[in-house]
């Protein structure tokens, strides 16, 4: 690479350029289309191959040259003499800062990285690449009357050139171009294609998405061949009638050459012929329909495809189609006239090592692992996505909000009126509108497709409305979303009312409104970063409460880190000002339901269970009541199998017949066989109902469970109850070496620090001599800091308060010895530094011979006291565990606002693997419901190998963790990589009582109140260790 000075006629150029001149968009394109093949033959065309169409990819690697500016560099690089033998090779598609080109990666949710004073772009902060490549033209597109060169992406703007001449200009990173190079092509020989690429253009002041700042070709590339007779344009409408059974097949057609006879073939899923017709086309343009009886209906649920066949001269072009109608019925959204709820994400599209360049075996992962969650409904926030989403949501079965490629959040910081810049401002208008109907041009025949959305986060000014009107023009079939259409909380242009980030309580008042005009979509809601979200169930029972709320669409899909690694080679998925990006907004593209790597993390699994389509009421006698949560699937390709846990115990059931044909939304009753059921328990029971899938679906195979449910039988048993189990004998007490020691009847010591008032000392029989205890056992209220709580009021707060600083201040330790063993109490005032408030305690320790009682009284008090503590529990260090069992909801993580998908059982893993790394370092691992927990030095029955057991009883929300790292070392940590560097060969356990929910508050409400840990009360709580 190579970077050349400026010129003095280049820095002052005689005329604006185009990609800084808000009067050229496209300068020789072709119009818009929608995303076609031609082929050859009949059979070629359903292949669906597009590589037997009469089209080549030219995508693969490209000779590349970067200079920092348009105006440096090789200028006439596009010359057929021009030597490009020393240029270095990218890939195509491609970001060129992932490839080792530019200043790298730059990341910014809001702000734009330079001078804002649109539609001008600073000449020297451009950067500029320069693509070549040489390509000949294949024997099968030879014959053809026209070529044309088609960019699927390119970011943010190109000129283009072919053996040395200029072919054309464009913009519109998200969108594609089209040009006729029929003239500039040799159909003999090789053929030189180059193209230039500018980092910015005026178009970059509407491209200011909350993702990275990444350029070039991005998708691919095509060299398509039209006859000289073929089509240039379909648009395909399935018209339903207003019983929802038959149908019109509306086709519209634009010829390049008029009065052709057209050829039309209609084929079903199982590829029989519906109908076969021929119809002169009238003109250039004309429309055909014709009338379909009792179609198979397509929606996300049922996702039943056609294929129409069309044919003109010699080539055919075969479109999947969808037959369903969309609209507003009694104010609510409806699909074939049924009322939709969204159970939805947002998603962008990302790759970790190639950025927006996605490949498409990724692609389809992400797709299935979204149906195999329960999600039915994606946003392409906020642009177009690669065209191959839209064929996999087709199939697959997804609802789509199409979004146009329009973002100018970065207007708001400068103190003007944000929509004054573009939005509202006229000269602007064209650039809007083109927008709009390249994305409606490209996508309009997609079943799965039930929404366009004018952009995200552009405010709203007058080309909104052009927008809209475009888009009407075009196709009316769809209604239209745009979140910032808002003025006085009513939408001004668009068909819905959309809002993002409101508090449940905001959404339960907009359920609750007599006279609402428009149906409410959460566009943006539960802000996925780190560690949660909490509270999910509360936004989906309002949905489902309320005919309104359409449901919503989850901030987001998946976390857009970067691989990169340090000048030592540690990997690691970097987020802003990891790349040497600044101004950066640091971590806040971490933010998704999945890690970088797109793999599910807790609260991806968590959303599957809120919203999944079965929902299990309770039960009574033997009677379960359920709901079917479909919009249009009865429970007909569902059995349900049940189990029955106990403590330790669980019964293998069997299946329990789900009544046939219940329809969409209606209440239904599972009835269990007399005796299936025990009538009484001893100890904690729980029913579990799993709703099993019998057919094969591309996305998993039969018997995939797409809901569960867990309902109480029986309580747990309380502390009191536990504590009477007892046997004659004595603990062995003895005080020596400045140690309180106290020995239990199966030979585990505990030993207090008369100087400090702590359990600073446990010796098992396993270990004889070893003392187990690495860090004393603390009071503690502070965990590591998750994205939540550092973007929320509470983290900040507690740092504040300095809660991660308190520390145990013994005053008195006493001890006593009775009938059947002794007491410790200790008295203590923990507080922290600098400030005046405390946590007046006291902790009484009770030995018998079996175990050893704890109860800690504490009263939280003073002037600047936090409002809330992040947990109230039990800290220690201790070595040797290896393995951990415990009876509460697991397997996997748990917080009192996040533990719905987890259910109560036994459960055990290894300790290492408990901990949980998110791509941001920040609290894990803590499960809770929590009856009892072991900690063990290897595998065995329910004496061996235990080191150490806690229970809670019956105390309601009591949680565990067990970790390799400190609580700071976890906090100072901002990548996983640095954590490991930390990790101790022991392990820091927590046992809690309570613990503060997780709420959403990196970008949204906060904690629910009936989540928080409250301050303002006394505490008194108890358990039993032995």
């Not at 390799?964 to 809690?992: C, G, N, S, W």
């Amino acid at each position: 690479m190579s970077l050349r000075s400026l010129n003095q006629r280049s820095v002052h150029p005689e005329y604006a350029p185009d990609w800084s001149n808000l009067k050229v968009i496209h300068r020789n394109t072709l119009p818009p289309r929608s995303q076609f093949h031609l082929y050859d033959s009949e059979a070629d065309a359903l292949s669906a191959n597009v590589r037997e169409s009469r089209a080549a990819l030219l995508s693969g690697y490209w000779g590349f040259d970067l200079s920092y500016t348009p105006f440096a560099g090789p200028r006439e690089f596009y010359r057929t003499d021009f030597d490009h033998s020393e240029w270095k090779l990218v890939s195509v598609p491609g970001m060129w800062q992932l490839q080792g080109f530019g200043k790298g990666p730059h990341y910014t949710n809001v702000n734009f990285l330079f001078p804002v004073n649109p539609p001008h772009i600073p000449y020297d902060e451009n950067e500029c690449g320069r693509y070549v490549t040489k390509f000949e033209v294949p024997h099968t597109l030879k014959g053809g009357k026209q070529l044309r060169l088609r960019f699927e992406g390119v970011d943010s703007a190109f000129t283009v050139w072919i053996n040395g001449r200029e072919v054309g200009y464009s913009q519109g990173s998200r969108n594609p171009s089209e040009f006729d190079v029929t003239d500039f092509i040799k159909l003999d020989g090789e053929n030189l294609l180059c193209v230039e690429v500018y980092q910015r253009c005026d178009g970059t002041y509407i491209e200011d998405q909350d993702q990275w700042w990444l350029s070039g070709i991005f998708r691919d590339v095509w060299l398509h061949s039209f006859p000289k007779v073929a089509f240039e344009d379909i648009h395909i409408k399935t018209l339903l009638d207003d019983n929802y059974e038959d149908a019109v097949l509306s086709i519209r057609t634009t010829l390049n050459r008029p009065n052709e006879r057209i050829h039309c073939k209609l084929l079903d899923a199982q590829g029989s012929t519906v109908f076969a017709e021929s119809y002169d086309h009238a003109g250039t343009t004309d429309k055909f329909e014709q009338r379909i009886e009792r179609p198979q209906k397509w929606t996300a649920e049922t996702p039943y495809l056609y294929t129409l066949m069309l044919s003109v001269g010699d080539v055919w072009v075969a479109q999947k189609i969808g037959f369903r109608r969309v609209e507003l019925i009694d104010k609510m959204f409806c699909v074939n006239g049924s009322p939709v709820k969204f159970r939805g994400v947002n998603r962008h599209d990302h790759h970790p090592e190639t950025g927006r360049a996605v490949p498409y075996s990724f692609l389809k992962r992400d797709l299935f692992l979204m149906k195999q969650h329960n999600i039915n409904a994606i946003r392409t926030s906020h642009y177009p996505n690669d065209t191959k989403l839209y064929d996999l949501a087709d199939e697959l079965g997804l609802w789509v909000i199409d979004e146009a490629d329009l973002e100018c959040h970065g207007f708001d910081p400068t103190g003007v009126d944000p929509a004054s810049f573009a939005s509202d401002n006229p000269e602007w208008r064209d650039a809007y509108i083109d927008r709009a109907r390249q994305m409606v041009m490209r996508d309009k025949n997609h079943a799965c497709i039930i929404m366009w959305s004018l952009g995200n986060e552009a405010f709203y000014g007058r080309n909104h409305q052009a927008m809209y009107d475009e888009i009407k023009k075009i196709d009316d079939t769809r209604l239209i979303h745009y979140e910032g259409d808002k003025v006085d909380d009513k939408p001004q242009t668009v068909d819905v009312f959309s809002r993002m980030y409101l508090h449940v309580d905001e959404v339960v008042l907009l359920g609750e409104e007599k006279d609402w005009k428009w149906p409410f979509v959460l566009c943006e809601y539960l802000h996925a970063m780190g560690n949660g979200p909490g509270n999910i169930k509360e936004y989906v029972e309002a949905f489902y409460k309320y005919p309104r709320l359409m449901g919503g669409f989850v901030w987001e899909w998946a976390n857009h880190g970067l691989l990169t690694e340090t000048k030592d080679g540690e990997k690691y998925y970097g987020y802003g000002g990891d790349f040497g990006d600044e101004p950066n907004d640091y971590n806040f593209v971490m933010d998704g339901l999945c890690n970088a790597r797109h793999v599910p993390m807790p609260g991806l699994v968590e959303y599957k269970h809120a919203i999944q389509p079965v929902q299990v009421l309770g039960i009574n006698g033997l009677e379960v009541t359920i709901v079917n949560r479909y919009d249009f699937l009865t429970l007909d390709h569902l059995t349900c199998y049940w189990d029955f846990v106990q403590d330790r115990k669980e019964w293998l059931g069997k299946e329990i017949e789900i009544p046939k044909g219940i329809k969409p939304h209606a209440q239904a009753t599972l009835t269990f066989e007399d005796g299936m059921l025990p009538k009484t328990f001893v100890s904690e029971a729980w029913l579990e109902l799993r709703f099993r899938r019998t057919d094969t679906v591309s996305w998993f195979g039969p018997g995939f469970i797409v809901a569960s449910a867990q309902i109480p039988l029986a309580p747990p048993r309380p502390l009191a109850l536990l504590q009477l189990i007892s046997t004659p004998s004595r603990p062995q007490i003895q005080s020596t070496g400045g140690l309180y020691c106290v020995t239990l009847a199966n030979g585990t010591t505990f030993g207090f620090d008369n100087s400090r008032g702590a359990l600073s000392s446990l010796t098992s029989p396993r270990f004889p001599g070893e003392n187990l205890i690495t860090v004393p056992m603390e009071l503690d209220f502070y965990r590591a800091l998750t994205d939540n709580d550092r973007g929320g009021p509470f983290g900040k707060e507690w740092l504040d308060r300095h809660l991660h600083r308190t520390r145990n201040h013994f005053t008195r330790m006493t001890t006593s010895e009775t009938e059947a063993g002794c007491t410790v109490t200790v008295d203590l005032r923990i507080a922290p530094p600098v400030l005046a408030w405390a946590v007046d305690t006291i902790i009484t320790y009770t030995f018998t011979a079996e175990y050893c009682s704890i109860r800690v009284r504490a009263r939280p008090n003073g002037p600047l006291l936090p409002s809330t503590f992040a947990r109230f529990g039990l800290s220690f260090g201790m070595k040797r565990i290896r393995i951990v069992e415990w009876f509460g909801r697991g397997p996997d993580q748990s917080y009192c606002d996040m533990k719905s998908s987890q259910f109560i059982n036994t459960w055990g893993q290894s300790a290492d693997s408990l901990f949980l790394d998110y791509d941001y370092p920040q609290d894990s691992g803590n499960r809770t419901d929590v009856r009892w927990v072991e900690l063990r030095s290897k595998w065995g029955g329910e004496e061996e190998g235990r080191l150490l057991r806690a229970r809670f009883g019956d105390h309601d929300g009591a949680s565990f963790s067990v970790m390799p790292y400190t609580t700071m070392a976890v906090d100072e940590a901002q990548h996983p990589y640095e954590l490991h560097k930390k990790k101790r060969d022991d392990f820091i356990v927590r046992l809690d009582w309570e613990h503060h929910g997780l709420g959403t508050g990196s970008c949204g409400p906060a904690t629910l109140p009936q989540y928080q840990l409250r301050t303002d009360r006394e505490f008194d709580v108890e358990l039993l260790l032995d």
